[in-house]
């Protein structure tokens, strides 16, 4: 190689626009912030908490729950919220260390689960007669499926 072809050529290994010793020392702050999390979570365990009791069924308490859980899930409210919390989570991670970060981020998604059940409950006394007879007609569809099957598996005809 001639001295041109060693100045026209260039090896690169790391990425462009990457900070030296970053990375180190976001190691060591985690670590750090983790280990303090686990020495607060020593000295203060979490407290007992009473799950709070669910409005009777129907309800008009009850009634406002669902349709509030309905429309947010309806709006893509409860997604957004979720998106903003895993978002926040890779911020934090480095502020405030991965295990407290993650702890933000399972609250977060407990609350969305929390609404997706709750918006899958029945309303009321209509709801819950047209869900039973929804699921009556799909257990049937799945059976009435499943004895074509196993006919066309033998070789008999289709037979209801």
Do not use: C
Request: glycine share 4%; no cysteine.
């Amino acid at each position: 190689m001639t001295e041109q072809d060693v100045d026209d050529f260039l090896e690169h290994y790391g990425v462009l626009g990457m900070k030296w010793g970053v990375r180190k020392d976001n190691f060591v702050r985690n670590r750090a912030l983790n280990k303090a999390s686990r020495a607060k979570d020593k000295v203060t365990p979490p407290r007992y908490k009473a799950p709070t009791p669910k409005p009777p069924l129907f309800s008009k308490e009850a009634k406002r729950s669902i349709d509030k859980a309905r429309k947010n899930i309806k709006t893509g409210k409860t997604d957004h919220d979720y998106k903003i919390a895993k978002f926040e989570y890779k911020k934090n991670k480095i502020k405030i260390g991965s295990r407290e970060a993650r702890k933000i981020l399972s609250k977060a998604k407990m609350k969305r689960y929390t609404e997706i059940d709750t918006a899958n409950q029945v309303r009321d006394g209509g709801e819950a007669v047209t869900k039973f007879f929804n699921d009556l007609a799909y257990e049937l569809r799945e059976q009435s499926n499943e004895r074509a099957r196993v006919n066309a598996r033998a070789g008999r005809p289709f037979s209801r």
